[in-house]
């Protein structure tokens, strides 16, 4: 059995009611949502939340919301893993057995239900604990430069100075859109950035944080390009 969990706290603080807020037409959630639905890989959806508006909205859109997040798990600082592993353990107390398990992210309005199923493939033809999604970092993270409290400069890998970019080992990034894993891995707590687990590459122009105002305003002209060049 292939369950899908979103969460979805009500406290986020940079960005006021993220995860329900507006996206070019429907609460950010709601992208999410249907991306589950539209992979037809998963028995259940469901969203794991402390808010009451945030489970309106999803139960709007086609998802489940059959328990509240408790207080320990909804703060700034609760790990996805940990909210993860509740949610298997509500639903197996309820009957629910899950198998494999995908933590969708609330906002990731790039997501595709194409790119759903392909990792849920490579979870079973590589026998790992997780497939997650990645993108390559734009410039060489070798040549990074730290600017230190004297506002001076130096490189994070000095002896790179002279290499040329194009001799650097690519490098990549959590892309932050789903993690697909193994049952026993999500309730054991695995870390995910392991040898155990197997990358799911994007394209750097469907990946984007959404963290701060100025990331919400990015996303929108990027999705907003992204949609009138399938329709030209």
């Known amino acids: 059995m292939n369950l899908c969990v979103i969460p979805a ?3 986020s ?28 890989v998963f028995d259940r959806i469901i969203v794991s939340t402390d808010d009451a508006e945030i489970a309106e909205v999803a139960k709007n859109f086609g998802a489940e919301v059959p328990f509240w997040r408790p207080a320990e798990l909804s703060g700034d600082y609760a790990g996805t893993i940990p909210v993860i592993a509740h949610a298997i353990e ?21 997501i595709q239900s194409s790119d759903i199923r392909s990792a849920l493939e490579k979870l079973h033809s590589t026998g790992t604990d997780y497939v997650f999604t990645v993108t390559s970092f734009p410039f060489p993270i070798q040549r990074a430069v730290r600017i230190d409290s004297s506002d001076r400069v130096s490189m994070f890998f000095p002896e790179h100075f002279n290499t040329r970019s194009q ?14 894993g193994k049952v026993e891995a999500w309730l054991s707590e695995k870390r995910i950035f392991t040898s155990q687990s197997s990358p799911f590459v994007l394209p750097r122009y469907r990946v984007q944080d959404i963290d701060t105002p100025e990331d919400w305003t990015r996303v929108e002209w990027m999705f907003k390009a992204m949609r009138e060049s399938t329709t030209l």
Request: aromatic share 14%; hydrophobic share 35%; proline share 5%.
């Open 9 to 11: 706290r009500g406290g």
């Open 13 to 40: 603080k940079r960005i006021p009611r993220k995860n329900v807020k507006e996206f070019y037409g429907k609460p950010m959630i709601a992208w999410s949502i249907e991306a589950a639905l539209e992979s037809r």
């Open 90 to 110: 509500r639903m197996a107390q309820e009957g629910t057995q899950a198998e494999n398990v995908c933590c969708v992210y609330a906002t990731a309005p790039f």
């Open 167 to 180: 001799d650097l080992e690519e490098a990549y990034h959590d892309a932050g859109q789903f993690y697909w």
